[in-house]
């Protein structure tokens, strides 16, 4: 069976197909057929495989976004969201310290941003303000 | 059709997403022209005094409606130019103290102090955007109140 004329046909229409990643198995098969270290029945075996690897669909675009490029794509975007909410989280006025006994909080009215400080001492009117 | 191998479409895809993550993160936090840091201290009274912000009604409204004063005097006024990373302050009066200095090249935000005689009343940053005052509440002073108003000029 591995020498004959159908099998070596069948490899002649292999080795001149475009090349793929299917060639060293279809180097091995040859190299298989050629020494005739294998029993018939193994060779029967490989050539099923072989004819079983060709029927499958090259991967199309849709099924490489699926299987890779989906979960990468996907935890880009996560830290995309991630860097952008961590940049525009600081907002335009920052109070980082205040001084003993005071206290300060931010809000915006009508376009301006205030800072509301609270725990000043009183000045009284004897001290010249210039 | 030729595929680029997985793994490099999947660098691809990752850096671009990143490429495009950091430039939009940049744009949050480009430099903007230079700009000149206007301080001025108010004094808000309701007694007969004459106010000085008939000219900036919005402002005025502004501070009525948070603090309900009805006059508001200016007390004094100074500018400063943060052009460099030299902390550069800002008098209006000499109570009080306003020191801004810039934080790095690439960004317009400003670290600013502002101190009560010479004593740190606030630490913090901020980013001057022209039409956006800072209004911080001062101490109680006679029968008012004052305020200091930071505003960004564009050069």
Redesign the interface.
Same mark, same amino acid.
Not at chain 1, 92 to 99: A, M, Q
Not at chain 1, 109 to 118: I, L, M, P
């Given at each position: 069976m591995k020498n004959s004329k159908s099998f070596q046909k069948e490899l002649d229409s292999l080795e001149a197909a475009p090349a793929s990643a299917l060639q060293d198995l279809r180097r091995d098969l040859r190299s298989l057929a050629q020494t005739q270290n294998r029993s018939d029945q193994h060779q029967a075996w490989a050539w099923t495989r072989l004819r079983e690897e060709l029927k499958k669909e090259? *991967?199309s675009f849709f099924s !490489?976004w699926k299987m890779? !490029?989906l979960p990468?794509?996907g @935890? /880009? /975007?996560l830290?995309?969201v991630t860097? &952008?909410l961590?940049?525009?989280s600081k907002s335009? @006025? =920052? +109070?980082? %310290?205040?001084?003993p006994e005071?206290f /300060?909080n931010t809000f915006k %009215? =009508?376009? /301006?941003? &205030? &800072?509301?400080?609270?725990g000043?001492?009183? +000045? *009284? %009117?004897s001290?010249p303000?210039? | 059709m030729v595929y680029l191998p997985i793994k490099w479409s999947s660098w691809l895809a990752l850096s671009l997403l990143a490429w495009l993550g950091l430039s939009f993160a940049h744009a949050q936090d480009v430099p903007l022209a230079p700009r000149e840091i206007v301080v001025t201290l108010y004094f808000a009274q309701n007694g007969a005094a004459r106010d000085e912000l008939g000219d900036n009604l919005k402002l005025r409204d502004n501070l009525v409606k948070l603090f309900g004063y009805q006059t508001y005097q200016k007390i004094g006024t100074a500018m400063v130019y943060p052009h460099s990373f030299s902390p550069v302050t800002a008098w209006p009066n000499k109570l009080f103290s306003l020191t801004v200095q810039a934080v790095n090249p690439a960004s317009p935000r400003y670290d600013f102090e502002l101190s009560q005689e010479e004593k740190p009343v606030l630490k913090g940053s901020f980013i001057p955007k022209p039409n956006t005052p800072i209004i911080i509440k001062g101490p109680l002073y006679d029968q008012g109140l004052l305020i200091l108003v930071v505003n960004a000029v564009k050069l």
């Open positions: 090259e *991967p !490489l890779r !490029l990468v794509t @935890l /880009a /975007a830290f995309l860097g &952008v961590f940049y525009t335009d @006025l =920052n +109070i980082d %310290s205040t001084g005071l /300060a %009215s =009508n376009g /301006a941003d &205030v &800072v509301w400080v609270t000043y001492h009183y +000045i *009284p %009117s001290y303000l210039k | -």
